[in-house]
């Protein structure tokens, strides 16, 4: 029976029972009912109008805005803004690493365009919160498959280091393709690697894939989870110390 009542669903077929009919589920609770992997119930959040008297209730974060038709959809059966408003928001108001990273998975699932939000925001001059969305767009990577490759990626440009490609295919010097590593800094030869649950569980074939690399004349660093979260500062040491390093010249990569 808790396995049912917690079940995201049935938490928001509860709520809306308790809402006016003018409300929208958003934020948070949008991006998942859009496929994101954002907490739905942690609290609900929905949207109503700016005249609606709708006091607070348990478990409901309730916000007030002026959300037109178009930017209205359904969802698994819910009234929820649409992807655009829904990333427009989680933009403007999350943490920028969360923002960056509900981006992150939205552009890679091609639930939308960075165009798409860069129109909405000269629609709406005069909402709050626009110059935060505008620099978390400018972060955003579709190439990223994962939250934890957002952190790291985040991790060196709030260093100052350079920001590196995402996702590309690199190949040896008779041009027959190595591996595509998480990130790359061309100029370097450098390539990064996140290594989550799937890595642990498929080490021999990433222990091949990194002998490919070195014997291609690339170099390699691999952070974990642990790395990112709890040695931050380690993760860009070594990363600014392999860019500082020089470069054994070798084949020409191609990209």
């Not at 974060?61 to 992807?83: F, L």
């Not at 427009?88 to 923002?99: E, H, K, Q, S, T």
């Not at 990626?153 to 490609?165: K, N, Q």
Request: positive net charge; aromatic residues 6%.
């Amino acid at each position: 029976m808790r396995a049912i009542a917690d079940d995201p669903d049935v938490v928001l077929t509860a709520s809306s029972r308790r809402l006016p009919m003018t409300a929208v589920f958003s934020g948070p609770t949008a991006g998942w009912l859009h496929g994101l992997d954002l907490p739905p119930c942690d609290p609900v959040e929905v949207t109503l109008p700016l005249g609606s008297h709708t006091s607070r209730l348990a478990g409901i974060t309730v916000r007030r805005s002026d959300i037109s038709p178009s930017e209205t959809v359904t969802r698994r059966g819910h009234p929820t803004t649409s992807v655009v408003r829904t990333l427009a928001d989680l933009g403007r108001r999350l943490p920028i690493v969360d923002a960056v990273a509900a981006l992150d998975m939205a552009l890679h699932k091609h639930l939308l365009k960075s165009e798409h939000l860069r129109s909405w925001i000269s629609a709406h001059p005069r909402y709050p919160g626009l110059g935060r969305l505008r620099r978390r767009i400018e972060l955003a990577e579709p190439a990223t498959e994962s939250v934890m490759e957002t952190r790291l990626r985040l991790l060196l440009v709030f260093a100052r280091l350079p920001r590196p490609l995402a996702q590309v295919s690199l190949f040896d010097e008779v041009g027959q393709f190595v591996a595509r590593p998480d990130f790359y800094y061309p100029l370097h030869r450098l390539a990064l690697e996140y290594d989550g649950g799937h890595h642990r569980e498929n080490l021999t074939g990433d222990n091949r894939r990194q002998n490919r690399l070195v014997d291609a004349g690339y170099r390699l660093l691999r952070f974990t989870a642990a790395d990112v979260l709890s040695a931050p500062d380690s993760v860009v040491t070594l990363v600014r110390r392999a860019l500082s390093a020089p470069v054994i010249d070798c084949a020409t990569d191609r990209l």
